[in-house]
């Protein structure tokens, strides 16, 4: 029973000291204002910084006479002691004095009331010397409302206002006419005549190359890469202008593959076509030194596929010599 007692008393005195440690108040900014006036409440916690605290809430009013303008967040006055402060902007439109009475604060499961708060608000008064100008035996006649009146509208507001769109209407109305009668005068009704030069056949430029190449004589001077270079790139810009296919840009490989797939050549040709790309690789990557011999029929490799492959493109003199021995045939029968 002792024991029991003993833990009860514990228990009260922890209650109590941590009660003791907790205070709260309320207080306004100035206890007197005007008529519809307005002022700030502060609730304010002084408490240990483990204690949950809890404010009161309010919709718009704290007691009949006293309204809410603004609720203000919780702020940390203080760290050490924490004190905490939760402010309304309140206001009343009762010239009378009035109690705030205390309001509940919750600090953990305890709760605890702040003090009373006295407000005094000063009513509106009439000044005395105006009321006594009035005759309140004399009947004012009631009178209808006034509409507006309404101002001019001066030339400066009117240039304020459509000046700039005025100013931009007026410069475009010159500016697209002048440019309409400019292009038409100057424009020419005859068709524009483009003189281009006759594209040269594949073939014809390849052999042009494989001349300039021989008279460099690149491999008798030992330059065998360069030689194996400018030898691929004749063939490759070959195929590209006769063939359509974009061989500068791949490796041999897919050079052959393309040729491949689509049957352009027969066996002798797709033959002498991948042995020279790819001795001209090894030439060209590998280092490789072919005889003075090889080189010369690789040389000769090239000449052979142009020239074996090329589409001759007749003049007009051809094809008119053509058509006169086709009508001396048909004659004939």
Not at 18 to 43: E, G, H, W
Not at 141 to 148: A, M, R
Not at 254 to 277: I, M, S, T, W, Y
């Amino acid at each position: 029973m002792k024991k029991l007692l003993t833990i009860i008393l514990l228990l009260l005195f922890f209650i109590i000291g941590k009660s003791q440690n907790t205070q709260v108040r309320a207080f306004v900014d100035t206890n007197v204002i005007d008529f519809a006036n307005q002022t700030i409440l502060r609730l304010q916690v002084q408490t240990d910084a483990s204690n949950e605290v809890f404010f009161p809430i309010f919709e718009d009013t704290i007691t009949k006479n006293i309204e809410i303008v603004e609720q203000y967040d919780v702020k940390t006055i203080n760290a050490s002691p924490l004190i905490l402060e939760k402010s309304f902007l309140i206001t009343s439109f009762e010239d009378s004095l009035q109690t705030i009475p205390g309001l509940p604060i919750i600090v953990n499961s305890d709760t605890l009331f702040s003090n009373p708060v006295q407000l005094f608000v000063i009513p509106f008064y009439i000044d005395s010397a105006k009321v006594a100008q009035i005759d309140t035996n004399q009947v004012i006649p009631i009178f209808e409302i006034k509409l507006p009146l309404e101002a001019p509208f001066t030339f400066k507001e009117f240039w304020l206002r459509f000046g700039t769109y005025i100013i931009i209407f007026l410069i475009l109305a010159i500016i697209i006419p002048l440019i309409i009668w400019l292009i038409k005068k100057y424009k020419s009704d005859e068709p524009i005549k483009i003189l281009q030069k006759p594209l040269e056949p594949a073939h014809i430029i390849a052999f042009r190359s494989l001349k300039k190449l021989k008279e460099k004589q690149l491999h008798q001077k030992g330059n065998i890469k360069d030689y194996y270079s400018e030898l691929t790139e004749i063939v490759r810009t070959y195929i590209e202008q006769r063939y359509r296919i974009k061989a500068l840009e791949r490796t041999s490989t897919e050079v052959l593959e393309d040729f491949e797939a689509a049957k352009l050549l027969n066996f002798e040709l797709f033959g002498d076509l991948q042995k020279l790309l790819n001795l001209a690789d090894l030439a060209k990557f590998a280092k490789y030194v072919p005889s003075i011999d090889v080189n010369n029929q690789n040389f000769d490799l090239v000449y052979k596929f142009v020239d074996n492959t090329k589409i001759e493109i007749k003049t007009e003199k051809q094809i008119d010599a053509d058509n006169v021995s086709t009508q001396n045939i048909t004659n004939i029968d």
